[in-house]
């Protein structure tokens, strides 16, 4: 275990850097303005500045950079998931930020400063860092149908949170998943019985038609799966659920409709 970089901010606290250090910083994290001060960073212009403000929604055209070791360590759980739901908000909109990805890979290659690790599903519709809208070395990516949680994903979000310095645990579901359909419909197929066999709780737990052509009952098993596995990681991971009760992580759900592309957190 190796120790964290000092914060460059206290949550709740006022900057002590100008007003264009600021903004850098924001861009840095793609913070909107409830972002910033959500991670003690004032988004405030003096009345002197020849700078226009965006206009509300606006995306900054200037290229966003890699996650570093000071923004990251300056963001609060509740800052990143503000990222996070900034960050599904433009994917909605079609007005992603912009990114230089080989400006980001040379200044991610020496080290990785993730702010946020998402356990979603395997499914092809629902690829993590573009519903996010984040970039390279934003976000630690764990996919695995039915986005259920094992031995080797509990360590892969410890290593995450506690050595790596994440501040958020996302357990992402979706609509109309093949992974709960499988469940619902008792498959059985080599490896996949007992990956599909995980799933059986929630199944069990969802009151309705049980039929992988009923909608509404196929996303609340969905649903309930990651309710589940939120339960799981709490109870399965002391050193996250330690993390959680010190309030140095977040652990939430959330729900991608594959027909929007809206996230739902809950």
Excluded: W
């Amino acid at each position: 275990m190796f120790n964290r970089t000092t914060p460059v901010f206290a949550a709740g606290t006022s900057s002590t850097l100008p007003t264009t250090s600021r903004r850098v910083f924001g861009r840095r994290l793609g913070l909107s303005a409830a972002g910033l001060a959500m991670a003690g960073c004032s988004a405030s212009r003096p009345e002197s500045s020849t700078d226009s403000a965006p206009a509300e929604g606006a995306v900054d055209q200037e290229f966003v950079p890699a996650q570093d070791a000071a923004s990251q360590a300056a963001l609060t759980p509740d800052a990143t998931l503000t990222l996070l739901a900034d960050g599904n908000a433009r994917f909605v909109a079609g007005t992603p930020a912009r990114r230089d990805y080989s400006d980001q890979i040379r200044a991610t290659a020496a080290a990785q400063y993730p702010f946020a690790v998402v356990l979603g599903c395997i499914d092809s519709r629902v690829p993590i860092e573009t519903v996010f809208d984040q970039g390279i070395g934003d976000i630690f990516s764990a996919r695995v149908a039915g986005n259920i949680v094992n031995t080797e994903l509990l360590g892969s979000m410890e290593f995450a949170c506690r050595l790596a310095g994440s501040k958020l645990v996302v357990v992402l579901g979706h609509t109309s998943c093949g992974a709960v359909k499988g469940a619902i419909s008792s498959a059985r197929l080599g490896n996949l019985t007992q990956l599909v066999q995980k799933i059986d709780p929630a199944v069990e737990a969802i009151e309705g038609e049980r039929d992988v052509d009923n909608a509404d009952y196929v996303d609340g098993v969905a649903e309930e799966n990651v309710r589940m596995v939120m339960a799981e990681i709490r109870r399965e991971s002391p050193v996250l659920a330690t993390m959680e009760e010190e309030r140095e992580i977040r652990i939430v759900g959330a729900m991608y409709d594959v027909s929007t592309g809206v996230v739902r957190f809950i």
